[in-house]
């Protein structure tokens, strides 16, 4: 059954989010697919399709700016999808996602010489994963398919989830490290060394910052290819 999964953050504008289309057979994995599609940020529309009938339909009545294809389609393929959605010229240069169970190396080739942008495992999907894999694609071949100011837009509605996701993880973790702190301090005062378990606290969520930050710094360089 094709349905559309409400946004985060609905937008007054509808040509200001991004749109993702969503092709899997499985309920459980299309649903799982969506939640972390939407996951990625704010402005983000969703259309999910069960079966080729569903998929046709919404081939022409959306225009996604990326698409997510399950590979095992049951009676058919996503390979069959993809080259349906490639033969009509409004989603010849749209980006494919191959999404698939299968981690070999045949699978993901076989995806790329079909027209997929790329290849995710479905075992290794979360909304981090999600949001490089859609900013790779995007910033590599959309910004010369499409007006630059949806680019732009789309970049932006991107880097804004994926800022919030951090931010989100990142205030208990700067607590915790304030608490600790507290601890080694007041152990201090009182003549006593600071517990190792309290450093080990310490130090884990000074490198989980750190990698925050290396995730950002990674996200505007890829974003300042746009400019």
């Known amino acids: 059954m094709k349905r559309k999964m409400p946004r985060g953050d609905p937008s007054p504008d509808d040509a200001h989010e991004l749109r993702v289309l969503i092709l899997d057979d499985e309920d459980c994995a299309r649903r799982t697919l969506e939640r972390l599609v939407v996951q990625m940020g704010t402005g983000i529309s969703v259309t999910a399709c069960a079966d080729q009938p569903e998929f046709l339909d919404a081939l022409q009545a959306e225009d996604p700016d990326v698409f997510f294809v399950d590979y095992d389609l049951g009676s058919w393929c996503g390979t069959e999808a993809v080259a349906m959605l490639r033969d009509q010229p409004r ?3 749209t980006p494919v ?3 698939s169970h ?6 993901a080739v076989e995806a790329i010489k079909a027209g997929c942008s790329d290849y995710i495992e479905k075992s290794k999907l979360t909304a981090d994963s999600l949001r490089r894999t859609v ?3 995007l910033t590599g071949g959309l910004a010369g398919t499409v007006a ?3 680019v732009t837009h789309v970049a932006e509605c991107i880097i804004t989830g994926m800022t919030e996701g951090c931010l989100g993880e990142l205030r208990p973790r700067l607590q915790s490290m304030y608490h600790q702190i507290c ?5 201090q005062e009182n003549g006593i060394l ?4 309290s450093l080990d606290t310490v130090e884990a969520d000074c490198l989980q910052i750190w990698r925050f930050a ?9 974003f300042n290819r746009l400019h």
């Open 91 to 93: 989603h010849q240069g």
């Open 97 to 99: 996602i191959m999404v």
């Open 102 to 107: 299968h981690s070999d190396t045949a699978t």
């Open 135 to 137: 900013c790779d694609v």
């Open 148 to 150: 630059r100011d949806q």
């Open 183 to 187: 601890l080694m301090r007041d152990c």
């Open 194 to 197: 600071p517990s190792t378990e």
């Open 214 to 222: 290396n995730e950002l710094s990674e996200y505007g360089r890829s």
